[in-house]
């Protein structure tokens, strides 16, 4: 299908207007689907751009990249025998879902292992920048570097994941001009170059995100993971008007000057999540362009998953390798690189709006960050529902202000021992107790970032950080303030009421549910995510 | 004020059976309706004395609500002194006796002789009533007793020196008014009169004197039988059955309780047989024959009258409608009917159940003793008798009783533990061998499935089902032990007539028969079963009357506040099954696989689930055992590679499998400065990787010889009484008080762990833990394992990529030959 138009002529996003003809709309519900008929007349949809192309010669972009970078010298100059070199990459979290091998981390890796091997630098560290999520296990490494850089790293003990509670491991930079606390990994901090290979996938990733956050611990990276920034994000994936950026690149200053030089990689991948072709692409597909073929295919699927334990419906779509494709790359001084990211990033994802809506629903898929390879508990679907989709605007949130927000999910009573352990005891403990975002911060917070045994778990098994619950509580905390409801269609309702928002079985009872708050005429609008969509709301 | 108060004005009336549920009734109505007259309370003294017990076995019973508050309100109404208190007028009025009617000499002693010789009258209400009281119990108390209050009543004539503050003379011993029973007439049909049972052409006459002796006789040989060899062994074979392996002093311990029940269930079943030799329906009424003969017989010069109720029931109206002390003989099978357990009772609907409001028979014992013995014309004494029944005169018939007692249960169900209504079944009346061979059934089925139960390996929830299973033996066993006894009383047809009652009961003016009513036709059966009896029973049984929040939940929460307050100090933990859904085999199994490859691997796996069964054995029988045993295996396993695997193990077999609440409940009793104390059977390497969440681990280590282990342990897994030992000598060098302590286990092999500690907790029990912790009102807690963990069916390490994170290479060494090939063997 190499010669399918859509691939040279991508078709932006849009917003549909659903009348009477409008066949029903495809809602994403964990590890499952719904097709659900939105009110004519009131209800609109809004549509992702289609995949824009891949550059057609990868391994050559990212070498012209490296060898032409912005605001800063080419990396071959910048390398010297004998010097400390740190290779700094994204974690697991990036991308959703994992991508194909070749993954783009691999490819840029390898290159700049060529460069350095070829100045004859022999001192090189890898680490997996994942701040306070969990390690990466030996496979996701492998799947992330490719064997080749595994095996040559990992053996000697060069390449290994981020350990921010390791009490020799950290340095403190010093305080940005606001008195927030910068501090980095050690090793990092003290090489001659830190080069940073990053994967945008949404726009709040990369710039001096990357290394303030990604390579820190608690105490720099609770300036700015908190209520208060949250709160004034408006929103976190608009870099400009986001208080968590503006954290961050205050770090990013005292990095510059207290730190290691740093070398940033950027890029940026296309909407092409599912495919062209192959058993998922109907689902980035347009609902009234589906073929009779694709009708077929996506009830044949539905059938079968029905029929489905949960626990292989997950194996099955945590087996899903993304065929996404790279559409940029850029190198070079951290904010100028970072500013092309940012507008590579929009040419894909920004979808733009006129004016807001009432109601706001939302189909949430089976992923988000933080359970590549595990599960998602209801703490996450809060965090992608209120976190993550609505924070997708610039501009002004889709829905207004005291509007509802609908999402479907199944949202079971469910966590991964292993990876989520503070997870749980969040869940069971603090939001039986309360679900205000400021109230937890201020009573349960501290307990939790340092307790010893979630200490132990971050480090040596593959647990996320005792606090991290916490920030994906607060990373919903701007929606909480902002929103009048929230209900979740076709949730385990024990866990719904638990988040403290209201459980519905079908949209219609939602939709009936909603209109306490914004009356029976309220105008709908569905965000058709994903693959990836961003508003911009006028 | 009327005859029987005028009478028994100014008297010193004394009381035996003080603390039953016919004497709290007759202390309740003498102290209200007769504010004149004093008592002495003859009752066994508890450890902290006769008055304590009084004070706290009768004057704080319910019966006395009304009066107290009738002396708060106004003291001289309530026939006390001006402003005084019910306290300050028992006090008065009421002086406690230490004595005990089932001794000879009833343990007085001077003193106690010289307050009874201040009485006039004696009230001898103590008796033996429980249906499976031992015989040689029954004959102490029932057949012996009277004549022991006769002949303390006839000393303590011979210790007054002046006459009492009534006028009884120094010599005149008091009248003693024996409480006996309408079924010393024994199993027949037929008009009962009230006369001496000698009297009676049915009464097979048998000497007293050698029905004591054999009995107690019986005794002694019941005990020699307990202590044969087989017997013991029985016995203590019983006792692991319900324990488990649970080490040597707590098997024994059990297996002295079971042999002691065994000796009380011999005498049981001695008096019963005894009793249906001789025509009695049980123990208890034959022994109340045989003590009215020998009171009489041995009688002397002290006057004696005896008042005989049938089965005495819930006031009618006073101290209160519904009042009644105790589960007595009808309520039992009322709550076992209203629950559903007994389907049929036996009997015929035309039979007559007699049964009497206890406020009538208190009217009655008060009337005779108001009256006084009766005297012949020549002024002699003769024993007199009088019935309080109402099977001649307002008959119950049975099939009434059971319509009124079906209807209320209809319209007022129990409710079950899934807060559903029980319906109540419609009895047919079947003869009493259907009905016991119909429960017989029932156990034996249930029998099995406890079998069943027990064989398998079962925790938590299910285990808690076999547990629940055992109640409703046990409950099943009572039914029948009803059924056996009550059956008899069932079919006991005679008719107990009441002239001499009557002939009381119309020699009293209006204000007496107000006061004191006693005429069983004042009875209006249905009411009395609808609205008196059955609303106090379901209080008394406490029946669950509606549906809603179950009891124990409720209970949980207060143990669990317990158990997390800030003056415990110690908190331990059973790792396997109480922390982690995990045990030796499956860690050994993970350890063992992850560095084999893949036809090794299965190999591995058929080979040890072959042996499985050989290990649960060995297991079972003695966990010491077991793990020195199976630790063999480890035998020149690598050390370094050991350690390093473990904390992979950490996350992919022990967190995986942990169960979250368990490790939240070890840190919450870490953050309220408890000492938190892992104590397992599992080796300290795989401990290791726990350390941060303990204070302490103790735990299985094995030597080391050039870097391998050797298979053989230098500290032995503490288990069973070796845990408890382990846990005493901790606690003695960390200076804590174990009774302030909380253990967490799993096993009935932990129990004598547990009992050591204040607050014990049963995790996930198995099967007899489940009910051991059941019957102790212990904390039960479910942990389950996290929803979502990944699930394997066996613990096969994730294959090791050859290569650790230090780069050394982890195939097999030569070193770690042996450990691999006896894996692969």
Same mark, same amino acid.
């Given at each position: 299908?190499?010669?399918?138009?859509?691939?040279?002529?991508?078709?932006?996003?849009?917003?549909?207007?659903?009348?009477r003809?409008?066949?029903?709309?495809?809602?994403?519900?964990?590890?499952?689907?719904?097709?659900?008929?939105?009110?004519?007349?009131?209800?609109?949809?809004?549509?992702?751009?289609?995949?824009?192309?891949?550059?057609?010669?990868?391994?050559?972009s990212?070498r012209?990249a490296?060898?032409?970078?912005?605001?800063?010298?080419p990396?071959?100059?910048?390398?010297?025998?004998?010097?400390?070199?740190?290779?700094?990459?994204?974690?697991?979290?990036?991308?959703?879902?994992?991508?194909?091998?070749?993954?783009?981390?691999?490819?840029?890796?390898?290159?700049?292992?060529?460069?350095a091997?070829a100045?004859?630098?022999?001192?090189?560290?890898?680490?997996a920048?994942?701040?306070?999520?969990?390690?990466?296990?030996?496979?996701?490494?492998?799947?992330a570097?490719g064997?080749?850089?595994?095996?040559?790293?990992?053996?000697?003990?060069?390449?290994?994941?981020?350990?921010?509670?390791?009490?020799?491991?950290?340095?403190?930079?010093g305080?940005?001009?606001?008195?927030e606390?910068?501090?980095?990994?050690?090793?990092a901090?003290?090489?001659d170059?830190?080069?940073?290979?990053?994967?945008?996938?949404?726009?709040?990733?990369?710039?001096?995100?990357?290394?303030?956050?990604?390579?820190?611990?608690?105490?720099?990276?609770?300036?700015?993971?908190?209520?208060?920034?949250?709160?004034?994000?408006?929103?976190?994936?608009d870099?400009?008007?986001?208080?968590?950026?503006?954290?961050?690149?205050?770090?990013?200053?005292?990095?510059?000057?207290?730190?290691?030089?740093?070398?940033?990689?950027?890029?940026?991948?296309?909407?092409n999540?599912?495919?062209?072709?192959?058993?998922?692409?109907?689902?980035?597909k347009r609902e009234?362009?589906?073929?009779?073929?694709?009708?077929?295919?996506?009830?044949?699927?539905?059938?079968?998953?029905?029929?489905?334990?949960?626990?292989?419906?997950?194996?099955?779509?945590?087996?899903?390798?993304?065929?996404?494709?790279l559409t940029?790359?850029?190198?070079?001084e951290?904010?100028?690189?970072?500013?092309?990211?940012?507008?590579?990033?929009?040419?894909?994802?920004?979808?733009?709006?006129e004016?807001?809506?009432?109601?706001?629903?939302?189909?949430?898929?089976?992923?988000?960050?933080?359970?590549?390879?595990?599960?998602?508990?209801?703490i996450?679907?809060?965090?992608?529902?209120?976190g993550?989709?609505?924070?997708?605007?610039?501009?002004?949130?889709?829905?207004?202000?005291?509007?509802?927000?609908?999402?479907?999910?199944?949202?079971?009573?469910?966590?991964?021992p292993?990876?989520?352990?503070?997870?749980?005891?969040?869940?069971?403990?603090?939001?039986?107790?309360t679900?205000?975002?400021?109230?937890?911060?201020?009573?349960?917070?501290?307990?939790?970032?340092?307790?010893?045994?979630?200490?132990?778990?971050?480090?040596?098994?593959?647990?996320?950080?005792?606090?991290?619950?916490?920030?994906?509580?607060?990373?919903?905390?701007?929606?909480?303030?902002?929103?009048?409801?929230?209900?979740?269609?076709?949730?385990?309702?024990?866990?719904?009421?638990?988040?403290?928002?209201q459980?519905?079985?079908?949209?219609?009872?939602?939709?009936?549910?909603?209109?306490?708050?914004?009356?029976?005429?309220?105008?709908?609008?569905?965000?058709?995510?994903?693959?990836?969509?961003?508003?911009?709301?006028? | 004020?009327?005859?029987?108060?005028?009478?028994?004005s100014?008297?010193?009336?004394?009381?035996?059976?003080?603390?039953?549920?016919?004497?709290?009734?007759?202390?309740?109505?003498?102290?209200?309706?007769?504010?004149?007259?004093?008592?002495?309370?003859?009752?066994?003294?508890?450890?902290?004395?006769?008055?304590?017990?009084?004070?706290?076995?009768?004057?704080?019973?319910?019966?006395?609500?009304?009066?107290?508050?009738?002396?708060?309100?106004d003291?001289?109404?309530a026939?006390?002194?001006?402003?005084?208190? =019910?306290?300050?007028?028992?006090?008065r009025?009421?002086?406690?006796?230490?004595?005990?009617?089932?001794?000879?000499?009833?343990?007085?002693?001077d003193?106690?002789?010289?307050?009874?010789? &201040?009485?006039?009258?004696?009230?001898?209400?103590?008796?033996?009533?429980?249906?499976?009281?031992?015989?040689?119990?029954?004959?102490?108390?029932?057949?012996?007793?009277?004549y022991?209050?006769?002949?303390?009543?006839?000393?303590?004539?011979?210790?007054?020196?002046?006459?009492?503050?009534?006028?009884?003379?120094?010599? &005149?011993?008091?009248?003693?008014?024996?409480?006996? &029973?309408?079924?010393?007439?024994?199993?027949?049909?037929?008009?009962?009169?009230?006369?001496?049972?000698?009297?009676?052409?049915?009464?097979?006459?048998?000497?007293?004197?050698?029905?004591?002796?054999?009995?107690?006789?019986?005794?002694?040989?019941?005990?020699?039988?307990?202590?044969?060899?087989?017997?013991?062994?029985?016995?203590?074979?019983?006792?692991?059955?319900?324990?488990?392996p649970?080490?040597?002093?707590a098997?024994?311990?059990?297996?002295?309780?079971?042999?002691?029940?065994?000796?009380?269930?011999?005498?049981?079943?001695?008096g019963?047989?005894?009793?249906?030799?001789?025509?009695?329906?049980?123990?208890?009424?034959?022994t109340?024959?045989?003590?009215?003969?020998?009171?009489?017989?041995?009688?002397?010069?002290?006057?004696?009258?005896?008042?005989?109720?049938?089965?005495?029931?819930?006031?009618?109206a006073?101290?209160?409608?519904?009042?009644?002390?105790?589960?007595r003989?009808?309520?039992?099978?009322?709550?076992?009917?209203?629950?559903?357990?007994?389907?049929?009772?036996?009997?015929?609907?035309?039979?007559?159940?007699?049964?009497?409001?206890?406020?009538?028979?208190?009217a009655?014992?008060?009337?005779?003793?108001?009256?006084?013995?009766k005297?012949?014309?020549?002024?002699?004494?003769?024993?007199?008798?009088?019935?309080?029944?109402?099977?001649?005169?307002?008959?119950?018939?049975?099939?009434?009783?059971?319509?009124?007692?079906?209807?209320?249960?209809?319209?007022?169900?129990v409710?079950?533990?899934?807060?559903?209504?029980?319906?109540?079944?419609?009895?047919?009346?079947?003869?009493?061998?259907?009905?016991?061979?119909?429960?017989?059934?029932?156990?034996?089925?249930?029998?099995?499935?406890?079998?069943?139960?027990?064989?398998?390996p079962?925790?938590?929830?299910?285990?808690?089902?076999?547990?629940?299973?055992?109640?409703?033996?046990?409950?099943?066993?009572?039914?029948?032990?009803?059924?056996?006894?009550?059956g008899?009383?069932?079919?006991?047809?005679?008719?107990?007539?009441?002239?001499?009652?009557?002939?009381?009961?119309?020699?009293l003016?209006?204000?007496?028969?107000?006061?004191?009513?006693?005429?069983?036709k004042?009875?209006?059966?249905?009411?009395?079963?609808?609205?008196?009896?059955?609303?106090?029973?379901?209080?008394?049984?406490?029946?669950?009357?509606?549906?809603?929040?179950?009891?124990?939940?409720?209970?949980?929460?207060?143990?669990?506040?317990?158990?997390?307050?800030d003056?415990?100090?110690?908190?331990v933990?059973?790792?396997?099954?109480?922390?982690?859904?995990?045990?030796?085999?499956?860690?050994? &199994?993970?350890?063992?696989?992850?560095?084999?490859?893949?036809?090794?691997?299965?190999? =591995?796996?058929?080979?040890?689930?072959?042996?499985?069964?050989?290990?649960?054995?060995?297991?079972?029988?003695?966990?010491?055992?077991?793990?020195?045993?199976?630790?063999?295996?480890?035998e020149?396993?690598?050390?370094?590679?050991?350690?390093e695997?473990?904390?992979?193990?950490?996350?992919?077999?022990?967190?995986?499998?942990? =169960?979250?609440?368990?490790?939240?409940?070890?840190?919450?009793?870490?953050?309220?400065?408890?000492?938190?104390?892992?104590?397992?059977?599992?080796?300290?390497?795989?401990?290791e990787?726990?350390?941060?969440l303990?204070?302490?681990?103790?735990?299985?280590?094995?030597?080391?010889?050039?870097?391998?282990?050797?298979?053989?342990?230098?500290?032995?897994?503490?288990?069973?009484?070796a845990?408890?030992?382990?846990?005493?000598?901790?606690?003695?060098?960390?200076?804590i008080?174990?009774?302030?302590?909380?253990?967490?286990?799993d096993?009935?092999?932990?129990?004598?762990m547990?009992?050591?500690?204040?607050?014990?907790?049963?995790?996930n029990?198995?099967?007899?833990?489940?009910?051991?912790?059941?019957?102790?009102?212990?904390?039960?807690?479910?942990?389950?394992?996290?929803?979502g963990?990944?699930?394997?069916t066996?613990?096969?390490?994730?294959?090791?990529?050859?290569?650790?994170?230090?780069?050394?290479?982890?195939?097999?060494?030569?070193?770690?030959?042996?450990?691999l090939?006896?894996?692969?063997?």
């Open positions: 299908m190499a010669s399918d138009p859509r691939r040279k002529a991508p078709r932006p996003g849009f917003v549909l207007d659903v009348d003809s409008t066949p029903p709309i495809l809602f994403h519900h964990g590890d499952n689907f719904r097709l659900e008929k939105l009110p004519p007349g009131r209800s609109r949809v809004i549509y992702p751009a289609e995949p824009l192309p891949g550059l057609p010669d990868p391994e050559e990212i012209q490296l060898l032409n970078p912005i605001d800063d010298d990396l071959p100059t910048l390398m010297t025998p004998g010097m400390k070199l740190t290779i700094a990459f994204d974690d697991l979290s990036l991308p959703l879902p994992q991508m194909r091998k070749p993954d783009i981390r691999q490819r840029v890796i390898e290159q700049v292992l060529d460069m091997a100045a004859g630098v022999d001192d090189v560290h890898l680490i920048a994942l701040a306070l999520h969990r390690r990466m296990t030996e496979a996701e490494l492998r799947h570097l064997d080749r850089v595994y095996d040559a790293f990992a053996p000697q003990g060069a390449l290994y994941n981020h350990d921010a509670e390791d009490p020799d491991g950290m340095v403190e930079l305080q940005t001009r606001h008195d606390i910068v501090t980095m990994n050690k090793r901090a003290e090489s170059l830190l080069v940073y290979v990053n994967l945008n996938i949404v726009s709040m990733d990369g710039g001096w995100k990357s290394t303030a956050t990604g390579l820190s611990g608690y105490s720099g990276i609770r300036q700015h993971h908190n209520v208060d920034t949250m709160q004034k994000s408006r929103s976190f994936m870099r400009h008007n986001s208080e968590l950026h503006k954290s961050n690149w205050r770090q990013g200053e005292v990095i510059k000057n207290h730190g290691p030089r740093v070398f940033q990689i950027e890029t940026t991948i296309n909407n999540t599912f495919g062209y072709d192959g058993p998922l692409s109907v689902l980035q009234w362009e589906w073929t009779a073929r694709d009708r077929a295919t996506f009830l044949g699927m539905k059938t079968g998953l029905n029929a489905m334990p949960a626990s292989s419906r997950r194996k099955i779509f945590q087996s899903w390798k993304a065929p996404y494709e940029s790359v850029q190198a070079g951290v904010e100028a690189v970072h500013e092309v990211t940012l507008e590579n990033c929009f040419k894909q994802h920004i979808v733009p709006v004016g807001q809506t009432d109601i706001l629903t939302l189909g949430l898929p089976y992923i988000c960050p933080y359970n590549v390879n595990s599960v998602m508990n209801p996450l679907v809060m965090c992608l529902g209120l993550y989709f609505f924070n997708m605007y610039r501009g002004q949130p889709l829905v207004r202000e005291g509007g509802v927000l609908i999402m479907s999910h199944p949202t079971p009573w469910e966590f991964h292993v990876h989520h352990p503070s997870y749980i005891d969040f869940f069971e403990q603090v939001l039986s107790d679900t205000d975002p400021a109230e937890i911060e201020k009573k349960y917070e501290k307990q939790f970032a340092e307790d010893e045994w979630y200490r132990h778990l971050y480090r040596t098994s593959y647990a996320y950080h005792g606090v991290h619950p916490f920030y994906m509580w607060y990373w919903g905390a701007h929606a909480l303030q902002w929103l009048g409801r929230v209900i979740i269609v076709g949730g385990d309702p024990r866990s719904v009421r638990r988040l403290g928002f459980p519905a079985s079908t949209l219609q009872d939602a939709l009936e549910m909603a209109s306490d708050v914004v009356g029976p005429h309220a105008t709908i609008t569905h965000m058709h995510n994903p693959p990836i969509l961003m508003a911009d709301v006028s | 004020m009327g005859v029987i108060r005028e009478s028994l100014g008297k010193r009336i004394a009381i035996t059976g003080a603390t039953g549920f016919l004497g709290t009734a007759l202390v309740e109505r003498l102290l209200r309706a007769v504010p004149e007259c004093e008592l002495v309370l003859v009752v066994r003294p508890g450890r902290r004395g006769a008055q304590h017990r009084v004070d706290r076995d009768i004057l704080k019973n319910d019966a006395f609500d009304s009066l107290r508050a009738a002396f708060a309100d003291p001289v109404a026939g006390g002194l001006e402003g005084e208190t =019910f306290a300050e007028m028992c006090s009025r009421v002086t406690a006796l230490k004595g005990d009617v089932a001794t000879d000499g009833m343990n007085f002693d003193e106690s002789l010289a307050v009874l010789a &201040t009485c006039d009258i004696a009230i001898h209400s103590a008796a033996a009533v429980s249906f499976d009281s031992a015989l040689d119990d029954a004959v102490e108390v029932n057949l012996l007793g009277p022991r209050v006769a002949k303390a009543l006839r000393d303590a004539a011979e210790v007054r020196t002046e006459p009492t503050p009534a006028g009884r003379a120094p010599g &005149t011993p008091a009248h003693l008014v024996a409480v006996s &029973t309408c079924y010393v007439a024994g199993s027949r049909r037929g008009k009962a009169p009230e006369q001496l049972v000698n009297e009676s052409p049915f009464f097979v006459d048998v000497d007293w004197q050698a029905e004591v002796d054999n009995a107690r006789l019986a005794r002694v040989e019941a005990e020699r039988a307990s202590r044969q060899p087989d017997r013991l062994e029985h016995l203590r074979g019983e006792a692991y059955g319900g324990l488990g649970a080490g040597g002093p098997i024994s311990e059990r297996t002295e309780q079971l042999r002691q029940r065994w000796v009380g269930k011999q005498m049981t079943h001695a019963r047989a005894r009793a249906s030799s001789l025509g009695f329906p049980d123990a208890y009424a034959f109340k024959a045989l003590g009215e003969r020998a009171l009489v017989e041995t009688r002397g010069d002290v006057p004696v009258s005896i008042v005989r109720p049938s089965i005495i029931e819930s006031a009618l006073e101290p209160a409608p519904g009042w009644i002390r105790g589960f003989m009808a309520e039992p099978v009322i709550a076992a009917y209203a629950r559903g357990l007994l389907k049929e009772f036996p009997g015929v609907p035309e039979g007559v159940i007699d049964v009497i409001p206890c406020d009538l028979v208190v009655t014992i008060l009337a005779v003793a108001a009256r006084g013995p005297t012949d014309d020549n002024g002699e004494h003769h024993p007199d008798v009088t019935q309080i029944a109402s099977g001649s005169g307002n008959p119950l018939e049975y099939g009434q009783l059971v319509d009124l007692v079906r209807s209320w249960f209809t319209e007022h169900p409710y079950d533990e899934k807060n559903q209504p029980i319906s109540v079944p419609e009895w047919s009346f079947p003869g009493r061998g259907r009905v016991s061979r119909q429960l017989g059934r029932a156990q034996k089925g249930l029998d099995l499935a406890e079998k069943v139960l027990d064989a398998l079962l925790r938590g929830r299910q285990a808690e089902f076999g547990a629940e299973l055992e109640e409703r033996k046990d409950q099943l066993e009572r039914a029948s032990g009803y059924v056996e006894l009550y008899a009383y069932t079919e006991c047809e005679a008719i107990y007539e009441l002239d001499n009652m009557y002939e009381l009961w119309n020699s003016d209006d204000n007496d028969q107000a006061n004191f009513a006693m005429d069983p004042l009875v209006h059966w249905p009411s009395y079963v609808h609205e008196i009896h059955l609303p106090s029973m379901v209080q008394q049984a406490r029946l669950k009357m509606s549906p809603g929040n179950r009891q124990t939940s409720s209970r949980n929460d207060r143990l669990r506040k317990q158990v997390l307050s003056n415990r100090q110690l908190a933990f059973d790792l396997e099954n109480t922390l982690i859904a995990s045990n030796v085999v499956a860690s050994y &199994t993970w350890l063992a696989t992850r560095h084999l490859d893949a036809p090794d691997r299965a190999r =591995f796996v058929a080979k040890t689930l072959r042996e499985i069964p050989t290990l649960l054995a060995l297991d079972r029988a003695d966990r010491s055992d077991f793990l020195r045993y199976f630790y063999r295996r480890f020149d396993a690598p050390v370094d590679r050991l350690a695997d473990a904390s992979e193990m950490l996350s992919d077999l022990l967190v995986t499998k942990s =169960f979250p609440a368990g490790i939240r409940r070890v840190r919450e009793h870490r953050r309220l400065g408890h000492r938190t104390l892992l104590i397992t059977g599992a080796l300290e390497l795989v401990t990787p726990l350390r941060p303990f204070d302490d681990i103790i735990a299985a280590e094995m030597s080391v010889s050039n870097g391998t282990y050797d298979g053989r342990l230098t500290v032995v897994p503490p288990t069973g009484e845990r408890y030992q382990t846990l005493v000598d901790y606690a003695s060098a960390h200076d008080d174990l009774q302030e302590a909380v253990a967490y286990a096993s009935s092999s932990d129990l004598p547990l009992e050591a500690v204040g607050f014990p907790v049963a995790v029990p198995e099967t007899k833990l489940a009910s051991i912790a059941r019957k102790r009102a212990w904390l039960i807690e479910h942990w389950d394992k996290s929803k963990a990944p699930s394997r066996l613990p096969i390490g994730p294959l090791s990529h050859g290569i650790n994170s230090h780069g050394n290479n982890t195939r097999g060494t030569s070193k770690s030959r042996k450990f090939t006896r894996s692969k063997q």
